[in-house]
């Protein structure tokens, strides 16, 4: 009998006793227990961020930063609390830095919205890169659209990686914010933001750094990589859905108007004019997600009792496993091969389109994205209509790998 | 039924061999159907003599559901007037998306397996795209997308059964 990677020592982690945290792993799923690999589009959530949401729910809900009651002030202080687990995670010096949103499409729209306004003008130029999320497109499309701004996009190489030399010359005058992934949701790439930062602020331009892919995966310290803006999701953390962070320098957040008028972001309201409150606050309009952000500072916690260096990891030695396993398949083509990778693995297996392989897996329980990933500029490098794509996080076991690797054969021993 | 006997039994035979396969030199009607969320395009052409649909091909590349459903599509309405096609086309629609659908095709013949396609939501626009290019070649529209204003059946490929 062929030998299984399962068989096979590999990860420092305890990764059964991990899976064995999450409920949701311990479903079937079309009477297979699932193989969950879609964490890059949302992470599974561990029983103790699912108490703390139910908790605050049964024993702490009230509307917070108003009331002078005691169940307000409780809700409150996990609210903010909360927000200094977060500044922590991201090395924040001041944790009125870190700014609660809806999540990454929220926070990026924000400071397109709000920073576009403050700094962005004619014939000025915002500069993308050719792999980000239509979340990290669209919203600079309108405010060039907006202000007669120019986009501007560094290409990519075949491998997946940044072309740093057109990067470098990309960056010109009227460059006013360079707006780039961490992680390549569908090429699995891992820019060198320290190093596109750095580039940038010898031109003076600052850099938004879409974490939505890199915060779940590695250690991120924004006092390090000296970026300008990092935006993450909750619900990719192992978090819930509704909440996201944006961490911003202080000079240019104070610099900024809001991007929504209400509620808890005014020092004072007349009818002939409103002063805005400091930041956080000033971002942070009407009632927030309150039990998603204690939420989150709950899966930070759980994450950080792993150990985000292990988790990193652990998902290297998946990935490379599961992309040496694939590679085996006869007329499988992996997308994006960038020597410095997280755990996303894009696929196509010749004859099969994705959207089959996506349906032929989910029977045998093993859950994978398949389309254009919201990245549809990547497809059409590429010149794909669409990928399969399995991405891991702390709670994937080689187990899931080789259940992967069978279906995928499976599937395109059917077509055959 | 599972995915996999759903493949088994039709869509792979079909998508292996599509029947009427290609696109007429000079037809009367024809149509472009896209699905932009994954890709598919495909061109249905007609020749259509006093309504009725004397010959049908098409082509495209899209995934096999579709393929599956565009040729056993082209099999079931060559020969029928455009009304009896139009009828099948709402048969279909009831099919695939209504929650008693897999009782009420009976006249649908070896389609009568889409009805699968009701617990795969995010694939029943795959099924439906065919359907919606032929109305619109019906109705000599040229181009159709399951997207935004150019999709004849609003809705139709969301609806959950």
Redesign the interface.
């Given at each position: 009998m062929e030998k299984t990677m399962s068989q096979e020592s590999g990860s420092e982690l305890d990764v059964e006793r991990i899976k064995r945290d999450f409920p949701v792993l311990q479903s079937q799923n079309n009477k297979m227990p699932l193989v969950y690999l879609d964490s890059g589009a949302s992470s599974q959530m561990p029983q103790s961020v699912i108490d703390r949401i139910n908790h605050y729910h049964q024993n702490e809900h009230a509307n917070i930063h108003r009331g002078v009651y005691t169940l307000s002030e409780q809700a409150t202080a996990s609210y903010e609390n909360s927000r200094s687990i977060v500044a922590k995670f991201l090395n924040v010096a001041d944790s009125s830095q870190v700014i609660f949103t809806k999540g990454t499409t929220h926070a990026i729209n924000l400071v397109a919205h709000a920073f576009g306004r403050a700094f962005i003008g004619e014939g000025d130029e915002i500069l993308i890169s050719h792999m980000e999320h239509h979340s990290n497109i669209v919203p600079w499309q309108q405010l060039c659209e907006e202000a007669g701004a120019i986009l501007k996009v560094i290409p990519i190489t075949d491998e997946g990686e940044l072309d740093f030399d057109q990067y470098e010359q990309l960056l010109s005058d009227r460059t006013k914010i360079v707006a780039v992934t961490h992680v390549s949701n569908v090429l699995g790439t891992i820019n060198p933001i320290k190093e596109m930062v750095s580039v940038a602020h010898k031109k003076n331009v600052p850099v938004l750094v879409d974490g939505a892919q890199g915060a779940p995966h590695m250690k991120v310290d924004v006092q390090e990589l000296d970026c300008d803006f990092y935006i993450f999701s909750g619900h990719k953390v192992c978090g819930p859905t509704g909440i996201g962070i944006l961490y911003g320098k202080r000079e240019l957040l104070e610099r900024m108007n809001p991007y929504e008028g209400g509620g808890d972001m005014i020092l004072s309201v007349t009818f002939e004019k409103t002063t805005y409150a400091d930041i956080p606050a000033k971002f942070e309009a009407g009632t927030p997600p309150i039990a998603a952000a204690i939420g989150l500072g709950e899966a930070i916690n759980y994450l950080e009792s792993v150990g985000l260096d292990n988790i990193a990891r652990h998902e290297d030695m998946l990935t490379v496993k599961a992309t040496e396993a694939l590679m085996q398949i006869d007329n499988l083509t992996v997308y994006g091969t960038a020597p410095n990778k997280a755990g996303v693995i894009s696929f196509n297996v010749k004859g099969v389109h994705p959207h089959d392989m996506g349906t032929l897996l989910s029977d045998d329980g093993v859950a994978v994205r398949a389309g254009h990933h919201c990245a549809q500029p990547v497809m059409i490098r590429y010149k794909v209509p669409a990928t399969t794509r399995a991405s891991f996080y702390l709670y994937n076991t080689l187990e899931d790998i080789d259940r992967l690797v069978m279906s995928v054969r499976g599937a395109q021993k059917l077509f055959n | 039924m599972?995915?996999?006997q759903m493949?088994?039994e039709v869509i792979?035979d079909h998508?292996k061999k599509p029947r009427n396969w290609g696109t007429l030199s000079e037809p009367t009607h024809k149509a472009e159907g896209i699905n932009p969320?994954?890709?598919?395009h495909i061109l249905v052409s007609m020749n259509v003599v006093d309504e009725k649909i004397e010959d049908i091909q098409y082509e495209g590349?899209?995934?096999?559901?579709c393929m599956a459903s565009g040729s056993m599509m082209t099999a079931k309405v060559k020969g029928k007037v455009c009304a009896e096609a139009l009828d099948m086309t709402e048969q279909f629609r009831v099919l695939t998306t209504e929650p008693d659908g897999a009782d009420r095709g009976e006249g649908l013949g070896s389609l009568a397996v889409f009805s699968g396609i009701r617990d795969?939501p995010?694939?029943v626009k795959?099924a439906l795209l065919p359907w919606h290019t032929l109305i619109a070649a019906i109705n000599s529209q040229t181009e159709i997308s399951t997207e935004g204003d150019k999709d004849p059946v609003p809705g139709s490929g969301t609806k959950k059964g």
């Open positions: - | 599972s995915s996999k493949y088994q792979l998508c969320l994954c890709g598919d590349e899209s995934c096999a559901i795969l995010s694939r795959c």
